[in-house]
């Protein structure tokens, strides 16, 4: 049973395109987050939701947007994408950071995005 | 600054080696966590150990252990006899407490190729 999943797996799409990528779980986690992984394989965080509030923004683009419709649910949409756009895409979730104790998170599978 | 520096880009033994991966790390928090995760080739994030600042125990869990210390900033991670199943990127990471969240940050990880 996937704790941590991600569709779709493979996104191929052109320039100016508008994509969503689906993250859930099922692990009855607090935080969700997403992280993009470029080719040199760094890894940076762009958002975080707990309890369906964000609480971390880092400097991506309004192109980008989470929307959780729930606990376990995190999608990213993407608008209007852009060359610089692909990268691997992973999901990730914890639990709650509520309190001095931060959590070790979960990864969903990834999903390739390359724009053309 | 990085936050979080794993000098080693690349690290290349032979099977049943020692290798020890460095993780060196910037804080100005008293109270902070530090993980390590495995990316094999495969893409799949894993979750390898946690630690918070208060507990500089080294921790041993088969053929990994972990070295924290405080005074040099540092959270290495040895394996001893090495096998190419441990080939991977590996990502040490750095989860500080600045305004009522925690925020995690990656090293740009090291990648090791265990030789047959």
């Known amino acids: 049973d996937t704790a941590v999943s991600q569709t779709p797996k493979y996104l191929v799409t052109q320039m100016g395109n508008d994509k969503s990528i689906k993250c859930e779980q099922n692990l009855g986690h607090d935080t969700m987050y997403w992280y993009k992984q470029d080719s040199k394989k760094f890894l940076k965080i762009m958002f975080s939701y707990n309890n369906k509030e964000l609480i971390i923004n880092e400097t991506v683009p309004n192109r980008f947007s989470p929307k959780s419709p729930d606990k376990a649910h995190l999608n990213l949409h993407i608008n209007s994408l852009e060359l610089g756009d692909s990268a691997v895409y992973f999901c990730?979730?914890?639990?709650?950071?509520?309190?001095?104790?931060?959590?070790?998170?979960?990864f969903g599978p990834g999903t390739r995005l390359t724009v053309t | 600054a990085q936050k979080v520096t794993q000098a080693q880009t690349e690290i290349s033994v032979v099977e049943k080696e020692d290798v020890t991966l460095d993780c060196v790390y910037e804080?100005?928090?008293?109270?902070?966590?530090l993980f390590w995760y495995k990316q094999p080739p495969s893409g799949e994030l894993v979750f390898l150990i946690r630690?918070?600042?208060?507990?500089?125990q080294n921790e041993i869990s088969g053929r990994y252990s972990w070295n924290f210390q405080k005074s040099t900033s540092s959270f290495n991670f040895t394996i001893t006899a090495s096998q190419v199943v441990d080939s991977a990127v590996y990502f040490c990471a750095l989860s500080e407490f600045p305004g009522g969240s925690y925020i995690p940050t990656f090293g740009r990880g090291t990648s090791l190729i265990v030789h047959p």
């Open positions: 990730a979730s914890s639990q709650g950071t509520g309190g001095r104790i931060s959590y070790e998170q979960y």
């Open positions: 804080t100005r928090d008293t109270t902070y966590y």
């Open positions: 630690r918070n600042s208060f507990d500089e």
